[in-house]
């Protein structure tokens, strides 16, 4: 198990302290028991549908440009903490974002035991950590794959220091990914309305806006889910006609250069790709 992560957890069903025995975590009051798998605990089950993610090699300068604006996203936040934070990284995952957070005390959690993941909970259902236990907690694409969303903020609230900072990337005009757990896209009002719903004040709420990406995702469609239903003449002029497409949108992205990072508010009539948002708990 990872060092001082047991300093942070406490029995899900009576918050008392918990304790290693014969390879698993006992609570030292109600004597609940979770299993440790690989040194991992494992708070809640893990659900059948979900298909693991593969391990990619992540970095300010790749993947798509909305991952790289999210990267530049949380790199900025980071700065703003000090090195002794304790950070939670709710979805973690294959550790997309693990480069940036390692040098704070972050414990990484997901639903899924993948080799990167310090402890495996779904926190809709099941609390395993002590009250304001983080100084932030990093949800990076994750939101949308919850289904209870509501439930997740209330409890990342509680697991906030007061001041304590929720970072948030959460797609907008992205398409579905990992189904089918892939339930949710939502507004800015709706990412606004969340403050006050759950102890919040809005630090940060930006969209990110790239039009390119936009008509790059229509010719790609175009290419891979039409294309090959066509008869051979058909498909011969739609690829002419998408290479003339590809083209002009190439000759645009020159003339425009890469998307903007703008306040969501600020941008009324665009299409975001997605938003990245700063809750800060509220002190009190
Ligand atoms: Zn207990």
């Known amino acids: 198990m990872k060092s001082g ?15 290693v025995e014969d390879s698993q975590l006992r609570c030292s009051k109600c004597g609940q028991v979770v299993s440790l798998t690989n040194g991992i605990p494992i708070f809640t089950p893990v659900a059948g549908e979900i298909r693991p993610s593969e391990k990619l090699i992540r970095g300010s300068d790749t993947g798509t440009p909305w991952r790289k604006a999210n990267w530049r996203f949380l790199e900025a936040q980071l700065t703003q903490l000090p090195g002794e934070a304790r950070i939670l990284d709710v979805g973690a995952g294959r550790g997309d974002f693990a480069v940036l957070l ?4 972050t ?3 997901d639903i899924y035991p993948y080799p990167e993941v310090d402890l495996v909970c779904d926190l809709t259902i099941c609390n395993p950590f002590r009250p ?3 100084e932030a907690i990093v949800l990076m694409n994750v939101l949308e794959h919850v289904f209870d969303t509501q439930a997740l903020l209330a409890r990342l609230s509680e697991l906030l220091k007061p001041g304590g900072r929720l970072i948030v990337a959460i797609p907008f005009l992205v398409k579905l990914h990992q189904t089918p757990v892939d339930f949710v896209r939502y507004t800015h009002y709706a990412l606004q309305r969340f403050a006050p719903e759950h ?3 809005l630090e940060v709420l930006e969209g990110y806006y790239d039009p ?4 790059s995702e229509g010719t790609g469609n175009i290419k891979y889910a039409y294309l090959p239903a066509l008869s051979r ?7 002419a006609l998408l290479g003339t497409i590809q083209f002009l949108v190439n000759r645009l992205e020159l003339l425009l ?3 903007v990072a703008s306040p969501a508010e600020a941008v009324r009539s665009q299409a975001p790709t997605g938003y990245h948002i700063v809750y800060r708990k509220i002190t009190t």
Do not use: N
């Not at 390692?102 to 005390?105: I, S, V």
């Open 132 to 134: 304001a236990s983080f």
């Open 233 to 239: 003449m058909k498909r011969m002029a739609a690829r």
């Open 257 to 259: 250069g890469p998307g």
């Open 212 to 215: 390119i990406f936009f008509l």
């Open 199 to 201: 102890g919040f004040e």
């Open 107 to 109: 414990t990484a959690l």
């Open 5 to 19: 992560l047991l300093d942070l957890l406490v029995c899900h069903e009576c918050g008392a302290p918990l304790a």
């Open 102 to 105: 390692d040098r704070f005390h």
